[in-house]
């Protein structure tokens, strides 16, 4: 009877915060590839909403090589890189006290997408910033459209997010 009923110190599901950064890494893996950013800018069209959206998920493009030898392929991956790093400390930073207490509730979902948000506009800001040819204005710029992507793409890392232990 002992063996059968031994407490389970580990849950059937992953963390929230776990299970965010899987996704945010999938996300960026996969709609940041080569692959994917050419198929969309041959596929789709710029004017529409569909379009707009599939565009939008390829911006944190990243690349094996570069044609540019000055800039090289950290430069160039560095908002992919800083992305995929921000999303796992805000993920895990962000709902771990509110969520805590609720599990798999809404507060899951919207600390999952804040934090998204959070590290796509922090990624943009600090790429620019620490990229070649950095400027401030540039680096402000930037930090909408990461925001913008965050936005719009937070929702699949709030998804992955809950459900998950705080």
Known sequence: MALTNRPRTVSGYGTAAGTGSLAAFLLVAICGSPMYVGWV????????AGGF?????A????????????????????????LVILAVTFLYLLPTSQVARVQGSASQFFSGWAAY?????FAALLAALLGPDGSL???????????????FAGWVI???SLGGRA
């Open 41 to 48: 800018q041959d596929h789709t069209d710029p004017n529409g």
């Open 53 to 57: 959206f599939l565009r939008l998920l």
């Open 59 to 82: 911006w944190p493009a990243w690349k094996l090589h570069t044609d540019d030898p000055q800039q090289g392929v950290f430069a160039h991956d560095l908002r992919a890189i800083l």
């Open 117 to 121: 948000v959070l590290a796509a506009g």
């Open 137 to 151: 204005y540039a680096a402000f710029q930037a930090t909408g459209v990461g925001a913008t992507y965050g936005f």
């Open 158 to 160: 709030g998804l992955a």
